[in-house]
């Protein structure tokens, strides 16, 4: 699932192409993308786009108008919903596409990849009703450290679980949720409850660190590739332990570990942030049982 960098890169991108431009139609080819009625998404076409936004884990896609009139168009890409352009008239190519926007030189095309339909739209009218679309959680970009640290420590979770729940933090998922526990040298399964005070210090530090590098990084990408981004993926070149699975840890050189639960996993480096232990992998340990390795000297 795209996350703050990717989506703010997107939204940066979109306001470049489409700001100031009128939504001349918009041909929706997969009904259940959207998911409201009123205003019906054909309430876009003839208005002029100001620009495009990313708010929490959504890009929103605003025209002109008064803070109580204008409307928003906000798309969540979920796992497989991706951007494309593409000619005017055009719905994306094969089976993928599911709306399109025709702007007056060229067409926004909404795609998703695979059988499963999850990415959607909401169409609202006014800035109250987009801000009721919000899943609760602090701006990781925008908060402060004071208000980033309030809302991490207001619940006990694992520090994997708090990260990636958009009612505590908005816009991070299992990719930079791990890049960031690494930089802050702690293991994903640490409660927030359990940290001391240099371990706030470290943790905080690093979400909009982390965040904000891989932000600039792909900005610069897709600043060379001009158009708008064409590679949005959980893994890329540069991280240091997700999707790294069994390769070297780029700070100390101890194999990537990851443990799965459900549809989520962490990645994580043993050495740096587990002192030598290896994480017990809810399923897998408890078929391997007492085979299950201890710490990084047991997979020696």
Known sequence: MPEIPD????????????????????????????RTVDPPIRALEQR???GFARR????????????????HAAFHLMLAGRFQLAKRGASGPGRIGLLALDFPAEALVLTEAGS????????VRGDSALAALDPGGVDPMTCGAAALRASLAARDHTLKRALTDGRIV??????????????????????????????????????P?????????????????????????AFRDGMAVHGRRGLPCPACGAPVQRIVSGEREANY????????????????????????????????
């Open 116 to 123: 499963t339909r999850r990415a959607s739209v909401h169409v």
């Open 56 to 71: 929490a884990k959504r890009i929103v896609m605003t025209t002109e108008g008064g803070a109580a009139e204008r409307l």
């Open 7 to 34: 989506l703010q890169v997107y939204a940066e991108r979109l306001t470049l192409r489409f700001a100031g431009e009128p939504v001349d139609s918009v041909r929706v080819r997969s009904v259940f993308t959207v």
């Open 209 to 233: 660190e982390v965040l904000g590098e891989w932000t600039a990084r792909l900005r610069e990408a897709a600043s060379a590739e001009g158009g708008i981004p064409r590679k949005v993926t």
């Open 269 to 300: 480096c043993p050495w740096c942030q587990t002192e030598g232990r290896i994480l017990r992998d809810r399923a897998l340990s408890r078929l391997l049982k007492d085979d299950w390795p201890a710490t990084l000297d047991d997979l020696r």
């Open 48 to 50: 002029r786009v100001t």
């Open 170 to 207: 908005a816009g991070i998922g299992n990719a930079y949720s791990d890049e960031i526990l690494h930089r802050a040298r702690l293991s994903p399964m640490r409660r927030t409850s359990q940290l001391s005070g240099e371990e706030w210090t470290r943790f905080v530090a690093a979400i």
